[in-house]
């Protein structure tokens, strides 16, 4: 079972190795609260997940080690296996999703591991996992189903009260829970008035569904960009344990995610994965009582798939009101682009790109459609733009 000493133990054992991360004051982040941020995604591996996994494999007999490890992992639980396996001399073999973000699998692969790639999400991951396991007898180094994985994790709670004693609530991210469940556990024993709020993907809210139905649930099917937190089913320690110490579960969407993240990096310079997100973009639109109060949000870690960053910043332009692209009708003659162009750019808004297009049936012969994108101040200067170009006399459609 779970207990504080063995939270502190792993604080402890876990000094060795893990970085104590910063908690700095995101005071340029929009929020109702007095914000914080933890910032595990400066952690050695870019994310929290080196904690729980470095305990458990320093706890391991040597016969266990001798046997080996395997791990699944979306990316981050298999960076911190193959990091503590190879500092700690142990053979380590990490299944993951053939979706993984190719950073991942590489870095898991620099850091000693070797790395057996599976079709499907992380739960198809941890299903060949344990095949490969009762092959081998290697032994098996759950992501966030384990008392000593989720006693590393909890090591952030330390971190935290050590750091802020006042802190009126904490909020988190959750795929499996073992980083809330550690977290929660811990902030709870030390201080109960303490409010601990878990955050999930709207695109796979495994623990939100199952805390509301009021048992554990597998979902069909998951799809989010924030792959670390995307996991079908919760586990049985952890959901139980949620239902125990965590104050509630919200949802965030896809949109809410990638403004969260292109905030991070504008106004705090931190870059965040989307899983690592979730938990600002829950403070950021109001998803959480938090009004006026000192809020820690954990940025659980950073390790974003290049290929998709200009993407995830594209949207959360859109999100945020500071990238539109409207649709206009023209007479297709000369002046008329030159014309809207300049009451575009009257409005201060900076056009990024024009196309025409012609082809659509439902319009006259002699007509057209531009699609104008441009690069905006906020919503109400969008507002402002549809309307300068309606006064023109063009029609946005």
């Known amino acids: 079972m779970l207990t504080l000493d063995k939270i502190y133990h792993a604080a402890f054992i876990l000094k060795e190795v893990a970085r104590k991360t910063d908690l700095i004051h995101a005071t340029n982040i929009p929020c109702e609260a007095d914000l914080y941020l933890k910032t595990e995604n400066l952690q050695v591996t870019g994310s929290f997940k080196l904690r729980g996994a470095y305990y458990k494999i320093s706890q391991l ?19 911190g296996v193959a990091l503590a396996a190879t500092r700690q001399g142990v053979k380590s073999v990490v299944c993951m999703p053939a979706s ?8 898991t692969k620099k850091l000693g591991a070797e790395v057996v790639l599976t079709p499907g999400a992380y739960d198809d991951a941890y299903m060949k996992a344990i095949e490969l396991q009762k092959e081998t007898g290697a032994t098996l180094i759950h992501p966030f189903d384990d008392d000593l994985v989720i006693a590393g994790q909890g090591t952030i709670g330390l971190e935290i009260l050590d750091e802020m004693p006042n802190v009126d609530a904490i909020i ?16 709870k024993q030390l201080n109960p008035k303490i409010k601990v709020y878990g955050v999930q993907a709207e695109n796979a809210p495994s623990m939100y569904e199952s805390r509301k139905q009021g048992e554990q649930i597998t979902l069909k099917t998951v799809s989010t960009f924030a792959d670390g ?63 006026g109060k000192k809020v820690v949000c954990l940025v659980s870690g950073g390790n974003i798939d290049v290929n ?51 082809s659509d049936p439902n319009m006259a012969i002699a007509s057209c459609y531009v699609r104008i994108s441009v690069e905006t101040r906020n919503f109400e200067h969008i507002e402002e733009i549809k309307k300068a170009v309606a006064d023109a006399g063009y029609q946005v459609t």
């Open 100 to 107: 993984a973000p190719i950073s991942k699998v590489e870095s």
């Open 61 to 79: 007999s040597e016969e266990q080690k001798s046997a080996g490890i395997i791990a699944c992992s979306a990316g981050n639980h298999a960076q």
């Open 308 to 358: 998709i960053l200009s993407r995830v910043i594209t949207r959360g332009l859109v999100t945020s009101g500071r990238m539109a692209t409207f649709l206009v009708a023209l007479d297709d003659k000369p002046g008329q682009l030159v014309r809207v162009c300049d009451t575009i750019s009257a409005c201060g808004a900076n056009i990024t790109s024009v196309r025409h297009e012609r």
């Open 172 to 187: 988190v991210p959750i795929g499996g829970g073992g980083l809330i469940s550690g977290l929660a556990f811990a902030v």
């Open 229 to 291: 937190i995307a996991v079908k089913h919760p586990g049985d320690t952890t959901f139980k344990m949620v239902q125990e110490y965590v104050d509630d579960i919200v949802t965030v969407s896809e949109d809410e995610i990638a403004a969260a993240i292109l905030t991070m990096i504008e106004k705090q310079k931190l870059v965040s994965e989307g899983a690592g997100a979730v938990a600002v973009a829950a403070a950021m639109f109001g998803k959480l009582p938090i009004q």
